[in-house]
Structure formats: C-alpha cells, structure tokens
C-alpha cells in the first residue's frame, strides 16, 4: 500500500518516506484499514511541514503486490553525494527495501566502477543488470532517476518505483570534454540564482567593467550562478603555480583548497607547450594601472577625492533622466501611493509622469521609438568612466591591506589593524541607519510594534510620519539584498529589510553596544595594533596605514555601479508594463529577447525553475561539467568543532539567529549571527549582532571587512553553519583561531 500524490515523485520535491508505506497487507479488511491509513498521512505534520504548511493534497493510494524479496535497496543513476552524473550508486540490504529507505540496519554501498561485488549482498551479475536497468530508465525519462528495487526469490528483477533526483545541481551546458568552473556569485555575496534579465545584464557589467581593463572573463549560467570557467587556467602550466595563491583575495579558502583539489586531479594534468591564448592588459593599461596604484599610495587623500567625484558623476548619469521621454527620473523613494499602487508599479513610472497609458503631458505618443530608447538604455553598459580614478585607488587599498599579512606571517594583529575602517560607503550607510534609529522619538512604539512589511507597504502609500527615512532612502534606496541582480527589488521599492533593520536597532539598550561605539572602538584598537606593528615591520607599517586611508573604498565601485542598475530596473519595468500583464515578468527574459518576447510557456517554465532554485540551500563553489560538486570529495573534518577561518578577531559567546533572508530578519542584540553568506545588502544586521558566522566567503569579502570596521568576531567558510546550528543554540565565536563551538 503506496501514496500517489499529485507532488509527489515530482522535478521540483520528492516527498521521499513523507506519506505511509504499508507492507505485507493479508486480507480484505486489513487492506481496506491500510488505504485509510496511507489517505489520512496526507493531513500529517511531516507531510504537512515539508509541503510548507497549507491545506493538505490529494492523494491517492496504490495497491500492488508484494514481492517476497531477496534483496532489495536504491539505485541512483546519478551519483546523489558528488552529483557525478557518470556514476551511478547502489545502496541494498536482505529482505525488504525499508531496510534501506528508512536508515534501519546494515546497508552494503555500491559505486559503479569500483569493482566486484565481495562479501554484499549483491554478486557482479544482481550489479550489471541493476547498472543496465538504471541507463533505461534514465533514458527513458530524460532525467537521473532514484529508482526502488528488489530482486525476489528466483533471482528476478522487479522495479518498483522511479522518480526523478530533486536534489542534484544542474549541469553545466555540455562542452565535449571535462571543464571545471568556479563559483564567482559569493564574491558578492550572493548565492540566490539570477533572474534571466539579472545574469543577462550580469555578463554585459561585468564585461564592460574589464574592457577598459584590457581582459575577459567567460560568465557561465548554471543553475542561475554565475560561474567561471578555470580549465585553461587549471591546465595552464605557467597559471597554475600561482592560481590557488591568486584566489585567497577575493574567492577564500574553500575555492582554494577545491582547485588545488582538481589540479591534482590527472585529468587535469597540464600540457607543456600547450598553454591557452590569454586576454592580458595591453602594456599602456599596464603602465596606467602601475601607476595609478601609485600615485594612489603616494598620495591617498587626493586618490580619495577624485574617487569621489566619480562615484558623483555615475550617480549624475544614471540619475538625471528618463532616456525614452526626457523627464527627471524617479527619486530613489517613493511615498504617497495606495498599498495597491504600491505593490504593481511603485518604481516603474518616475514620479511625476501621468498613470501607465497615458503619455506625459505635453510630450506626444512615442511609441515604438520609446521602447526603443529604453531598450537600448539597457543595452548600453559604457559609463565613460575611465579606471584611473575609481579602479586604481581601491586596487591600491586592497593590495595595501593584503601584502602585510605576508610580510609579518599572517600575524593576528593584521586583522585588528583592518578594523573600524574609515571611507567605506557600506559603514557609512549602516551607521547612517542606526542615526535614524535614534531620531525616531514619538515613533518608537509604532515602528517596533508593526510588522516591517506592513510599515513597507504604509510607507509606500504615504500612511507613515516621515521621520528622516526619506532622506536615507534617497542616498540608500538603489542597494538591497542580491542587488547586483537587475531583477531584485531595491529598497526604495520594498523598504521593509530597512524597517526590520530599525526594529533590531531599537532593541539595543546598551549603549556600549551602540554600533558607532563599537565602530570607535575596533578604530582606536586598529591604530593601538597599527603602532605595534610598524615597529615589527616598517613596510608593512607604512602599507597598513596606506590601507587604513584607501582599503575603504573596496565599497565604492560597486556602489557606483548600483546607480545604473537601479536605472536600467526602472527601464525594464516600463517596458515589461508594454509587454506583459505582470511587468516583472520582463525579468524572465534576457537583454536579447526584448527585441523577440519567446513564448508564455517559456516564461512560465523560466519562473518555475527560478523558484526551484530559490529554494536551494547549497550550491557548489566548485563544479566539474559531469556535474561534480569538487567539495563533496575531498576530506571531511574531524567533527570536533565547526571549523572555518579566521576573518575578525575576538571570541563571543552567544545564542545563534540562523537568517536565509534578511527581509524582516530579527536579531537580538548579542546574538551570533549565522548565514550562507552576505552582501552589503545584509550589513545593517551587523548593527546589533555580536558575531559573524558564514558558510562562503573570503577574507576580504564584504562580511567580513564589515565585522572587522565594527569589531565584532567572524568566522567565515563553516561548511553547513545554517544546518548544523540551530537558532536559540548557545555558540562560541573564536574570529582568531576560526571555530565555532556548541555548547
């Protein structure tokens, strides 16, 4: 007796052992006890928590005869650990199939390829015939299938149940041959995928960005991530000897240790003489970027100024106007709009013009030469901005804040002189928000007392005293979570991550724990480690101080860059309002296909695996194209404490708030925050926690140089932190040594 649910057995959701499975049913009465059984776990908690809570499913039940079993177990066709698709596995045990499917008793472990079965309970020819049926049935339906069976007495074969793997990585888009690709989204800190349009305009950024540059770098869509491809590299016997050493900056340790992992993989054993053809700054961007960094160096203040100015003029021509119709463009935060008004256009139309339909008045209908205008806005990624005063200064700080750890042997102080940096956008914004906070006055219950969605949606309809947010939001509102996804709402458009952040401020009573005191305070230490350390090593001294006036700046080019995303957002949106129904569905499409709008059901199924992929909580920071995740073969720890590295120095005890998303996100004054990872988007969370634990990331990654300007102690690259620790679980948080403790 079987479940049959629509759901169930499904692409997206397994629903493995959620309904009942009943054995050995004898007789009428009994069998028709079982069919209620098996209808009722329907309503059950299990079922009922995995599906998302909600009003219970249909199910139907299955009655089939029972196999008198010899053996019984799974077969996957993919392997379900590494997610090698070239490798299939086999878990099986005496007697029935439960054995195996519910984790009771001895299960003997075959990995195709690994040789004859010995001293199983399965022989080389149960094997071969099981290895036979899997490529059937994966050729069958198209997907790497989790196949029950059993053999019965007389040695036969029965299959019992088919269904899809739900939990493998997709795979990268077939080349012909074995590539590895890196993982660049956690560099911001983001692991969501990418909507169509976001990873579209993605490419074109991140391709405008290094022209100047003289390089390029090839962006491969897997899963919605946004992946390198290191094969040539990896291969490449002159780029190997430094390429591990070269992605400590920005990649971390857990990219390092996977790709030193793969070039000693035989496979990707280099070929003298064979090296690719590199894309390599011509020697006049050379001598421009030497120079730059040091004039940088010489003359920090100057560097910061022209920064600056920069930053401005992007702001200025991203900002100044509409470029379909000639108007001033929206303020970056809307106010005085209906809760309905709010949630289908706010941010779509700049303030000011008339209601979608209607033109502006006194500007004739445009048409299709307006859609035009907007469109090749959004095609057109050449800010103008040459890279002497905006790529060189902060090149200059992050060299200045790396090659000291070097010189003095990673020497922990190092650490503390980066702490409470000056110049950093992403700082001054969050300590801009805790000023707010504090400004609130006769608004204090209100503001703590409400939901923060429900105090978006007031704010957005113009229902809310304004009480400096306006203000905030003008010079904030173009960031938010996964913001360098075009098509991720900013905050001007759903201020409700900034409300939640508000809330988390005003339930510091403390005031040594007030965040521009503990800013203070990581500064007055850096500069007390500062001294010590010039009088160990001089250079590294005069870099630390070098880094101390430009490592801030890491903030700005991205910062910058936001202004134009936020602008091209705002010019999808006005043509998916001429597209579309739901204009957001204009994100589902690329930059390409505005010209040439595919098929609904197109859309649609674009939209169904992006929210698959939402819902994913792991994703590989290294992938083989047959669809191996590096990581899941290497070595496992030896269990003793959460390990990962050392990001901020100090040592915290306090009760974990495990956080997906940072939209209404709660977080008690002192308590540990634990993530996947983090972008500036989830910095004001910083505000009131007291320490930071990351399952991605890198040292010089936003997390952590935020942790570090605030003092707090981080801990970054704990493999499965948000699953191994539980909210309310009193933690440890040692930022020098790099573990995690439970207590």
């Not at 000897?241 to 390092?256: E, H, I, M």
């Not at 129904?581 to 709008?597: I, Q, S, Y």
């Not at 909580?617 to 995740?629: F, I, K, Y």
């Amino acid at each position: 007796m079987r479940s049959s649910a629509p759901g169930e057995d499904g692409d997206e959701a397994s629903f493995a052992g959620q309904y009942e499975t009943l054995l050995d049913v004898e007789g009428l009465e009994p069998l028709l006890a079982a069919i209620e059984v098996c209808r009722g776990s329907a309503a059950g908690e299990r079922v009922t928590s995995y599906r998302g809570g909600g009003a219970s499913g249909d199910v139907a039940v299955v009655v089939q005869r029972m196999i008198e079993a010899e053996v019984a177990g799974v077969l996957f066709t993919a392997n379900p650990v590494t997610g090698c698709r070239t490798e299939m596995a086999v878990d099986a045990a005496a007697g029935a199939g439960p054995a195996v499917v519910d984790g009771e008793g001895s299960v003997d472990h075959y990995l195709r390829g690994g040789g004859p079965a010995e001293g199983g309970c399965l022989t080389s020819e149960a094997l071969a015939t099981l290895w036979a049926a899997g490529e059937r049935l994966q050729a069958r339906f198209g997907v790497p299938q989790d196949v029950e069976w059993a053999f019965d007495k007389a040695g036969e074969l029965w299959l019992l149940q088919s269904r899809p793997i739900t939990t493998l990585f997709p795979l990268p888009p077939p080349t012909g041959d074995l590539r590895v690709y890196l993982e660049f989204g956690h560099v911001q800190g983001m692991l969501q995928p990418a909507t169509p349009m976001g990873m579209s305009t993605l490419k074109a950024l991140v391709t405008a960005m290094l022209k100047p540059l003289g390089l390029h770098v090839e962006i491969t869509d897997i899963g919605g991530r946004l992946y390198g491809d290191m094969t040539d590299l990896v291969r490449d016997p002159k780029a190997r000897k430094r390429l591990v050493k070269l992605l400590a900056v920005d990649f971390g340790p857990r990219a390092q240790a996977a790709i030193r992992h793969v070039m000693a993989d035989p496979r990707f054993a280099p070929v003298p003489g064979s090296a690719p053809r590199r894309t390599t700054p011509s020697p006049r961007t050379a001598f421009r970027a030497a120079t730059g960094i040091a004039r940088a160096l010489a003359r920090p203040a100057a560097a910061r100024v022209r920064l600056t100015a920069a930053v401005e003029r992007m702001r200025q021509a991203s900002a100044d106007t509409d470029p379909a119709v000639g108007l001033p463009a929206a303020e970056p935060a809307p106010q005085h709009r209906s809760p309905e008004t709010a949630a289908t256009s706010a941010e779509r139309e700049p303030r000011g013009r008339e209601p979608r339909g209607q033109e502006p008045r006194g500007h004739e209908p445009r048409g299709q030469e307006a859609h035009a205008e907007r469109v090749r806005f959004v095609r057109e990624w050449d800010t103008g901005e040459s890279p002497d005063d905006l790529v060189w200064p902060i090149a200059a700080g992050m060299l200045a804040a790396t090659v000291p750890g070097y010189l003095l042997k990673n020497d922990g102080d190092v650490h503390t002189a980066l702490g409470g940096m000056p110049h950093n956008v992403t700082i001054e914004m969050d300590l801009a928000l805790w000023r707010l906070s504090q400004q609130v006055g006769e608004h204090r219950d209100l503001l703590l007392g409400t939901p923060p969605g429900e105090l978006s949606e007031r704010w957005l309809a113009g229902a809310l005293p304004e009480f400096g947010l306006g203000a905030f939001l003008r010079a904030y509102g173009h960031r938010g979570a996964a913001e360098v996804d075009v098509g991720v709402p900013r905050w001007s458009e759903d201020p409700a991550p900034v409300f939640a952040a508000i809330q988390n401020c005003l339930r510091v009573t403390d005031p040594e724990q007030a965040p521009d005191r503990r800013f203070a305070r990581a500064a007055d230490r850096a500069e007390r480690a500062l001294r010590d350390l010039r009088r160990k090593n001089r250079l590294a001294g005069f870099l630390l101080g070098r880094a101390r006036e430009l490592a801030g700046l890491r903030e700005a080019g991205k910062f910058a860059g936001l202004y134009r995303l936020q602008q091209v957002r705002r010019q999808l949106l006005l043509i998916g309002a001429e597209l579309f129904d739901d204009p957001d569905d204009v994100m589902f499409l690329t930059v390409e296909e505005l010209d040439a709008v595919p098929a609904r059901a197109v859309i649609d199924a674009r939209k169904a695996v992006y929210r698959r992929e939402m819902r994913r909580r792991a994703v590989p920071v290294a992938l083989l194209s047959d669809g191996t995740d590096v990581e899941a073969t290497l070595p496992g720890d030896d269990g003793a404490d959460l390990r990962g590295v050392a990001a901020s120095a100090g040592r915290v005890t306090g009760q974990a708030r495990i956080v997906l998303d940072p939209a209404g996100a709660y977080v008690e004054p002192g308590e540990v925050l634990v993530t996947a990872t983090t972008d500036p988007g989830w910095t004001p969370l910083f505000l009131t926690a007291a320490a930071l634990v990351t399952e991605t990331g890198a040292v010089m990654a936003h997390g952590p140089t935020v942790a570090r300007e605030y003092g707090i102690p981080a801990v970054i690259c704990v493999p499965g932190a948000t699953t191994r620790i539980r909210t309310g679980e009193v933690v440890t948080v040692d930022g020098r040594a790099g573990t995690v403790t439970r207590a």
